[in-house]
């Protein structure tokens, strides 16, 4: 995805910024795959998807910031 914003661009991703975004992102994922967890509760094989994603944003992001970035 940088590649392809530098490239676009014609511009260098600021490593600075993306080192600020990544958690964030990853703590909009996890946050929107909980709560579309609860929504989806009558429709189990659904739950079962969202929660599994939410267990895989829950793990980077918890390894995003215990290595500081």
């Known amino acids: 995805l940088c590649g392809a914003v ?8 600021d490593p600075d910024l993306l080192a600020l975004l990544a958690p964030c992102y990853l703590a909009l994922q ?3 795959h909980t709560l579309s967890t609860e929504i989806a509760a009558d429709q189990p094989a659904g739950a079962t998807r969202l ?8 793990e980077r992001l ?6 500081g970035g």
């Open 51 to 58: 929660r599994a994603a939410a267990a895989r944003y829950r």
């Open 6 to 13: 530098e490239s676009e661009t014609g511009r260098a991703v």
């Open 62 to 67: 918890r390894n995003e910031l215990l290595s």
């Open 30 to 32: 996890l946050g929107d």
